[in-house]
């Protein structure tokens, strides 16, 4: 059997949509917190999987990891649409920045960390296992996935970090100064919740009570929507939400909570 054949780009070409800095929320929490994953690595090799239309935000997480993490870390992005393959090459910075055509087989390759935003959102939610079990099957050993959604400017994001077992943490961020409720972040759920936000499902319960501590917290607006986030986030946690990390995170508009039970 040829190279070609065994790594067929698996899944459908995405929209394509994108934007500069549309990204940066994931790859600053990236950078934060799974720097250990690859200052450990023999090959610290990373992929962008469905970066889509312009190379941009592939671009901009390489250099993220290079600043934040290790010079030397490698950035494949991966499409299934040739043309964008072709229309990323330009951008190219080899070794440490290259484009290539494939899916979530990961076109053969072992990396580290995969990224994956925007792009299972197309499809049904009971295709989002299989895509999950396919790209981690690929992942080097301990390699995980991050794998999630937001909003055309970037200012709502949702993710999981997702390993061989499966998924591990549920991360909520948004930019306070434009955050009108934390309710707004149900629209941008990865594809696995976004439909059972509904009345008796744990993402609902967490949806909604981050909204009543949001709203507990409005005197604290006098002092900026960093720190009505904070008191929020406090309060959510004191009512006996599993929220992980402390302040230093949540300063920048974060919440993480363990999977598959983000319940108090």
């Known amino acids: 059997m040829s190279g070609a054949a065994r790594h067929r780009p698996l899944g459908v070409v995405t929209r394509g949509t ?15 917190t799974c720097a250990d994953r690859l200052l450990a690595a023999a090959d610290p090799l990373v992929v962008d999987l469905g970066y889509g ?13 290079a600043a934040g993490i290790r010079p030397d870390v490698r950035l494949v992005g991966l499409e299934i649409d040739p043309a964008r393959v072709a229309a990323a090459t330009p951008a190219a ?13 990961l076109a053969g390759l072992r990396p580290v960390l ?30 995980v996935l991050v794998e999630g959604t937001c909003d055309e400017l970037g200012r709502l994001a949702s993710w999981l970090l997702i390993d061989a077992d499966g998924p591990r943490t549920l991360t909520l961020a948004a930019k306070l100064t434009t955050l009108t ?18 009345p008796g499902e744990p993402i609902h319960d967490l949806i909604r009570a981050l909204d009543d501590a949001w709203q507990a917290a409005a005197p604290y607006a006098t002092f ?35 999977w598959p039970q983000p319940q108090p």
């Open 53 to 65: 239309a312009t190379p941009v935000t592939a671009v901009e997480l390489r250099a993220r990891l």
């Open 181 to 198: 409720s934390p309710a707004e972040l149900a629209e941008r759920l990865p594809k696995a919740l976004i439909h059972r936000n509904v």
């Open 93 to 105: 910075d080899p070794p440490g920045l290259t484009f290539a055509r494939g899916g979530f087989e």
């Open 114 to 143: 995969v990224r994956a935003f925007n792009v299972l959102r197309q499809y049904d939610e009971s295709e989002v296992p299989d895509a999950w079990r396919t790209m981690t099957a690929a992942l080097a050993p301990g390699g």
């Open 224 to 258: 900026g929507p960093r720190q009505r986030w904070l008191s929020a986030v406090t309060r959510l946690r004191e009512t006996g939400w599993p929220i992980l990390n402390g302040p230093t995170r949540w300063r920048q508009g974060e919440l993480t909570l363990p």
């Open 18 to 32: 994108t934007n500069p800095n549309r990204l940066r929320r994931v790859d600053n929490w990236i950078v934060a």
